[in-house]
């Protein structure tokens, strides 16, 4: 029931981790770094539902940490962002 | 009655995504930007609203109903203003 | 065992007075948040950890805290044991004169209401609550929660100075700390498929040798060596260290790369001591031994003073992965390399935090930092350099010192465990930071040249406080370090 | 079908995600990295997560594919790259095999996870009566793991001080972001019609959440977007950086999870604690606070640091 | 009537598999957006479909939700990209 979400986190992981370590582009690193937040998010997501139980259909705490490290992740995503346009955006595009 | 509404359901849903292919179809094959556009934003507001209207008889009470039909609007709102604003694009327009 | 409502609180304290002071200083201003800084939070944090210590002391337990009243597994639970006491206790040390330091240099509220001093303020307490929580979390997800207060605490504070190199510093620094905090997460993802829980000690009684459980491991230790820049992941410290402003750079090095130390002593002692192997820990070793090296011979090459500390911290950092194969060696009840390591990342606190204090003394008092023309220093900040030298004794080892003391303590763990190597290693280390710091002292002390600005006694002898503190650690009885054994997972109650 | 379903969902995600990785222009990888968090928002719905699955769709792929796209356009290939960073065909090699590793391994211990799997479920289902709420995950959040919440509340104040310190100097009290001029045609509209629409649906999902699906970051995060809307039609404008009525909105939501906190420890002996019988309106009165502080967080992370003094 | 829902759900998921092409072989921008578009509702309507096959009409809130973001995300998107084409 799982199985192809598991197979799609490990490969998301995977890929994720190439694209941080062999991209030199910060930009594209930080796009392959939130590629593989996504599939530790969804290892999270099968453990969830693996552990479904109860007359719950996901087991809670392994969502709330995904919600969670979903902001953490947005807010180190700005951070980068903010850092990057400082060293190589030059001036704001004037409309 | 309930035969009814799900045979209903069945044939809106159905031709709901014979528009959404359509409009797929027409986004892959069409020549130019334009026509691609056109066939775009018809198809898609078109088969949403037809997934919808097959899917009231479904959905459980009248908030459930608001609900889609607030979806409906809201896409349709979102594909009137961003056509134009691709058109323009598009054409070589200022976009604004 | 059963912890009194009094020492939880406590514990709670401990974290969320740093919480409560960044939350609130946007609201106070720099200036605002400065005085609160210095004349509530600090006196408040050394008391709150002075009475933890004293209450693991009376209790010679840990102290669990469940917050909110959670029992785990579904709840959250703190635990402060002996180790975290010291920790505490160092944090506030050093967090406080650095608040004192930067309240009377460059960053104090006379720099009036700009960008710099705002996120400065707010900041130094955010990273204070990330330790902190480090340093007494039990449950695997509040850890990486404490490694995002760092995160964000840290970055912004190596680049306050806005220039394309610490910029540049800081974009290298985050991309390590967010792949060090993903890995960690992964891993967390793991045990919980795995054991169903998140708390530390609970996890403890449960784990097997298994696959995933081996995995997770390797994912969070690999995760933990990028955020303690332990060797070859060490890569980002050095630009990040040496390019932030001088209270910045004594916080970072002194206190946010060994929170990720102390989760990895945490992880590998306390929770996953069944998958400990000697080939692991000799391996761990093994890269703390080449830091050491590796470190050592980089700091003698630098030209300038602030990179020289930078690439010393590498290095020193490098004493507290030996510490696993000399802890395993002398088994449960063996504590001389335990507390070795645990002293040698305390003194370097204490001493590194002076250092680089003083640095930036120095670099105010002559407009530069090379090396080589540090001439006038001797005259122009004589406290200051007086500093550097005595933190500089702890640093190679030489006696009485906290320096001294830990790493005569981890050289005996290896002779008497039969890995004489790792004795080489502390010895071979010892004469690499006596090469480097001669290179100073002797360029600092009697050289000639005029000091471009003069630089005011209270900064000086806060950095002289700080190495003395790193010094006098070395001429307490060792008894007297009982307290960092109490709580210690798998040693005798 | 369901698992026709699911194989064809997972498929989809892996090409665009591998495409994401591999496109040439870092534009086009932002398309595909929205691609991704959409049909991951289905995925997650999938996997019976539909609180995570708005988060996703809100802040995965809404408000942080935006901030990508941003950057990706101002930033317009002047990257420059540290010629260190560039891997060497050896290295190249290396990387792959590693990651290909590491993606094995983990496919291999997911596919051996011990069944029957161990949880937190039953836990969570019997605790839940006593608080009030109906959704265990906001339990989860505003409960046994508030500690979590109130510090990630924290953590987005941080981000934004931290953004803000990126400002060049002279920029310092400016407005955050970028000027806008007024905009005009569909664009107007739109920022006029959408913004009331969505601060219903916003409001309605942090409300919602006590029971069902919904709370404070998703709706937060809807919030956020709508008034970034708003102003890229420059019909708002955000008041300068460190205004005393701005960091207020910023501080209110952890400066009162922090009180309820202090007060948990000092009348019911623990950090936290929520009163028993009453903990439901309590938390209410924690999320309206926090739902502002969220979006006005979100939304100052969006617009960036400012660029010029005002 | 269940099975044909999520039977439904696929066949509009597939719709928006092959509307993929469109974003990933670009080339211009334009059409980049139209395809975002059309993921945005081809979404939607798989979400839907999904809501009333698996009776979890909660779902529906997350419907909404995507709905609004893609009104603006897609505004974001053309914008972004027509400040970069200049």
């Known amino acids: 029931m799982t199985a192809p979400y598991a197979l799609l986190a490990a490969a998301l992981v995977g890929l994720g981790l190439h694209g941080v370590l062999a991209h030199a582009e910060p930009l594209r690193r930080l796009l392959a770094f939130n590629l593989l937040g996504s599939g530790v998010f969804l290892v999270f997501g099968v453990v969830a539902r693996r552990g479904a139980a109860a007359g719950l259909e996901a087991d809670p705490v392994p969502q709330a940490i995904v919600i969670t490290g979903l902001v953490v992740a947005f807010a180190a995503t700005t951070l980068a962002v903010a850092l990057l346009l400082r060293l190589h955006g030059g001036d704001p595009p004037q409309d | 009655m309930s035969v009814l509404a799900d045979g209903f359901t069945l044939l809106c849903v159905g031709a709901g995504l014979v528009f959404l292919l359509a409009g797929t179809v027409g986004l892959l094959r069409f020549p130019d930007a334009a026509s691609r556009l056109h066939a775009l934003t018809k198809a898609d507001g078109l088969g949403l609203g037809l997934i919808v209207l097959g899917l009231l008889p479904q959905a459980a009470g009248l908030l459930g109903a608001l609900k889609l039909m607030a979806i409906w609007g809201l896409v349709l709102l979102a594909g009137a203003t961003v056509g134009p604003m691709i058109a323009r694009h598009a054409t070589g327009g200022s976009g604004r | 065992m059963e912890a009194t409502p009094a020492g939880s609180s406590l514990v709670v304290l401990a974290v969320m007075l740093p919480v409560a002071a960044a939350t609130l200083a946007p609201l106070l201003g720099a200036r605002g948040a400065q005085r609160a800084i210095v004349l509530g939070l600090l006196p408040a944090s050394l008391a709150v950890a002075a009475a933890i210590?004293?209450?693991?002391?009376?209790?010679?337990?840990?102290?669990?805290?469940?917050?909110?009243?959670?029992?785990?597994?579904?709840?959250?639970?703190?635990?402060?044991?002996?180790?975290?006491?010291?920790?505490?206790?160092?944090?506030?040390?050093?967090?406080?004169?650095?608040?004192?330091?930067?309240?009377?240099?460059?960053?104090?509220?006379?720099?009036?209401?700009?960008?710099?001093?705002?996120?400065?303020?707010?900041?130094?307490?955010?990273?204070?609550?990330?330790?902190?929580?480090?340093?007494?979390?039990?449950?695997?997800?509040?850890?990486?929660?404490?490694?995002?207060?760092?995160?964000?605490?840290?970055?912004?504070?190596?680049?306050?100075?806005?220039?394309?190199?610490?910029?540049?510093?800081?974009?290298?620094?985050?991309?390590?700390?967010?792949?060090?905090?993903?890995?960690?997460?992964?891993?967390?993802?793991?045990?919980?498929?795995?054991?169903?829980?998140?708390?530390?000690?609970?996890?403890?009684?449960?784990?097997?040798?298994?696959?995933?459980?081996?995995?997770?491991?390797v994912l969070m230790t690999v995760g933990?060596?990028?955020?303690?820049?332990?060797?070859?992941?060490?890569?980002?410290?050095?630009?990040?260290?040496?390019?932030?402003?001088?209270?910045?750079?004594?916080?970072?090095?002194?206190?946010?790369?060994?929170?990720?130390?102390?989760?990895?002593?945490?992880?590998?002692?306390?929770?996953?001591?069944?998958?400990?192997?000697?080939?692991?820990?000799?391996?761990?070793?093994?890269?703390?031994?080449?830091?050491?090296?590796?470190?050592?011979?980089?700091?003698?090459?630098?030209?300038?003073?602030?990179?020289?500390?930078?690439?010393?911290?590498?290095?020193?950092?490098?004493?507290?992965?030996?510490?696993?194969?000399?802890?395993?060696?002398?088994?449960?009840?063996?504590?001389?390399?335990?507390?070795?390591?645990?002293?040698?990342?305390?003194?370097?606190?204490?001493?590194?935090?002076?250092?680089?204090?003083?640095?930036?003394?120095?670099?105010?008092?002559?407009?530069?930092?090379?090396?080589?023309?540090?001439?006038?220093?001797?005259?122009?900040?004589?406290?200051?350099?007086?500093?550097?030298?005595?933190?500089?004794?702890?640093?190679?080892?030489?006696?009485?010192?906290?320096?001294?003391?830990?790493?005569?303590?981890?050289?005996?763990?290896?002779?008497?465990?039969?890995?004489?190597?790792?004795?080489?290693?502390?010895?071979?280390?010892?004469?690499?930071?006596?090469?480097y710091l001669y290179r100073v002292l002797s360029s600092a002390i009697g050289g000639d040249g005029e000091a471009t600005a003069s630089v005011p006694l209270a900064p000086q002898a806060v950095a002289l406080g700080l190495a003395m503190l790193s010094v006098l650690l070395g001429l307490l009885p060792l008894y007297s370090f009982g307290l960092v054994q109490i709580g210690r997972p798998g040693m005798a109650p | 079908m369901t698992l026709a379903l699911d194989l064809l969902l997972a498929g989809a995600i892996l090409v665009v995600a591998a495409w994401t990785v591999a496109a040439r222009d870092g534009f086009a990888a932002c398309?595909?990295?929205?691609?991704?968090?959409?049909?991951?928002?289905?995925?997650?719905?999938?996997?019976?997560?539909?609180?995570?699955?708005?988060?996703?769709?809100?802040?995965?792929?809404?408000?942080?594919?935006?901030?990508?796209?941003?950057?990706?356009?101002?930033?317009?290939?002047?990257?420059?790259?540290?010629?260190?960073?560039?891997?060497?065909?050896?290295?190249?090699?290396?990387?792959?095999?590693?990651?290909?590793?590491?993606?094995?391994?983990?496919?291999?211990?997911?596919?051996?996870?011990?069944?029957?799997?161990?949880?937190?479920?039953?836990?969570?289902?019997?605790?839940?009566?006593?608080?009030?709420?109906?959704?265990?995950?906001?339990?989860?959040?505003?409960?046994?793991?508030?500690?979590?919440?109130?510090?990630?509340?924290?953590?987005?104040?941080?981000?934004?001080?931290?953004?803000?310190?990126?400002?060049?100097?002279?920029?310092?009290?400016?407005?955050?972001?970028?000027?806008?001029?007024?905009?005009?045609?569909?664009?107007?509209?739109?920022?006029?019609?959408?913004?009331?629409?969505?601060?219903?649906?916003?409001?309605?999902?942090?409300?919602?959440?006590?029971?069902?699906?919904?709370?404070?970051?998703?709706?937060?995060a809807i919030l956020a977007a709508m008034w970034v809307l708003a102003w890229m039609a420059g019909l708002v404008r955000p008041p300068p950086v460190g205004s005393r009525r701005l960091v207020l909105a910023l501080v209110a939501g952890p400066a009162v999870f922090l009180m309820v906190g202090l007060a948990g420890l000092a009348l019911a002996g623990s950090f936290l604690a929520l009163p028993a019988g009453f903990s439901k309106p309590v938390i209410l009165a924690i999320e309206a606070p926090l739902t502002l502080s969220i979006a006005t967080g979100l939304a100052l992370l969006l617009l960036g640091p400012p660029a010029r003094a005002a | 009537m269940a099975e044909a829902l999520l039977a439904a759900a696929f066949l509009a998921l597939a719709t928006v598999a092959a509307g993929l092409v469109r974003v990933l072989r670009g080339p211009a921008p334009a059409d980049r957006m139209m395809a975002a578009q059309l993921l945005g509702t081809g979404g939607i309507a798989a979400l839907l479909l999904l809501a009333a096959g698996s009776g979890g009409w909660a779902i529906l809130d997350a419907a909404l939700a995507l709905a609004v973001l893609a009104a603006f995300a897609s505004v974001a998107f053309v914008q972004a990209a027509s400040g970069r084409s200049r």
């Open chain 3, 53 to 217: 210590a004293a209450a693991v002391l009376r209790t010679g337990a840990a102290i669990p805290v469940h917050v909110g009243g959670w029992a785990p597994p579904l709840g959250i639970a703190f635990r402060a044991d002996g180790l975290s006491a010291a920790f505490l206790l160092t944090s506030a040390l050093v967090m406080g004169a650095t608040a004192i330091f930067a309240g009377r240099t460059g960053l104090g509220a006379a720099a009036g209401t700009g960008r710099a001093p705002l996120a400065f303020w707010t900041l130094l307490p955010a990273l204070w609550a990330g330790v902190n929580l480090a340093f007494v979390a039990n449950d695997l997800f509040s850890v990486f929660i404490a490694l995002e207060l760092l995160t964000f605490g840290a970055i912004p504070l190596v680049c306050l100075d806005g220039s394309r190199e610490t910029l540049a510093a800081a974009l290298r620094y985050l991309m390590f700390a967010l792949l060090g905090s993903v890995l960690w997460l992964l891993g967390v993802a793991l045990l919980h498929g795995t054991y169903g829980v998140l708390d530390l000690v609970l996890l403890r009684g449960a784990v097997r040798p298994d696959a995933a459980t081996i995995l997770a491991a």
């Open chain 3, 224 to 435: 933990l060596l990028a955020k303690a820049a332990l060797f070859p992941l060490h890569l980002w410290l050095p630009a990040a260290h040496a390019g932030a402003p001088a209270a910045v750079s004594a916080v970072l090095s002194a206190l946010v790369v060994k929170a990720a130390f102390f989760l990895l002593v945490r992880l590998w002692f306390g929770t996953l001591p069944a998958l400990l192997t000697p080939a692991l820990a000799g391996l761990l070793a093994a890269l703390g031994a080449a830091a050491i090296l590796v470190g050592g011979v980089m700091a003698l090459r630098q030209a300038r003073l602030k990179l020289l500390v930078a690439y010393s911290t590498v290095a020193q950092l490098g004493y507290l992965l030996l510490m696993w194969p000399l802890v395993l060696g002398t088994g449960p009840e063996g504590t001389g390399a335990w507390l070795g390591g645990v002293l040698q990342a305390v003194s370097h606190a204490l001493a590194k935090a002076a250092m680089f204090l003083a640095a930036g003394l120095i670099a105010v008092a002559l407009g530069h930092d090379r090396v080589a023309a540090l001439g006038p220093a001797g005259r122009a900040v004589p406290i200051g350099v007086l500093a550097f030298a005595l933190a500089g004794l702890s640093l190679m080892g030489i006696p009485p010192s906290g320096g001294f003391t830990a790493k005569w303590l981890l050289l005996r763990a290896a002779i008497e465990t039969g890995q004489w190597w790792w004795a080489l290693v502390v010895v071979g280390g010892g004469l690499l930071t006596g090469g």
């Open chain 4, 31 to 220: 398309f595909g990295f929205v691609a991704t968090g959409l049909l991951l928002a289905l995925a997650w719905v999938r996997l019976g997560s539909v609180d995570v699955a708005l988060t996703e769709a809100a802040i995965g792929a809404g408000i942080g594919g935006v901030l990508l796209l941003n950057a990706a356009a101002r930033l317009r290939g002047q990257e420059t790259v540290d010629p260190g960073d560039v891997a060497r065909p050896w290295q190249a090699r290396g990387i792959a095999a590693l990651c290909t590793a590491v993606a094995v391994a983990l496919a291999a211990v997911l596919l051996a996870l011990p069944v029957p799997a161990p949880g937190l479920a039953p836990a969570a289902a019997a605790a839940l009566p006593p608080t009030g709420l109906g959704n265990p995950v906001t339990a989860t959040l505003m409960t046994w793991r508030a500690l979590d919440t109130l510090l990630e509340a924290v953590v987005v104040l941080l981000a934004v001080i931290g953004v803000w310190s990126l400002a060049p100097d002279a920029a310092w009290g400016g407005r955050p972001g970028p000027q806008v001029p007024p905009a005009e045609g569909p664009l107007a509209l739109l920022a006029r019609v959408l913004p009331p629409i969505g601060l219903v649906i916003g409001l309605h999902i942090v409300w919602a959440g006590a029971d069902g699906p919904g709370g404070k970051f998703q709706g937060g």
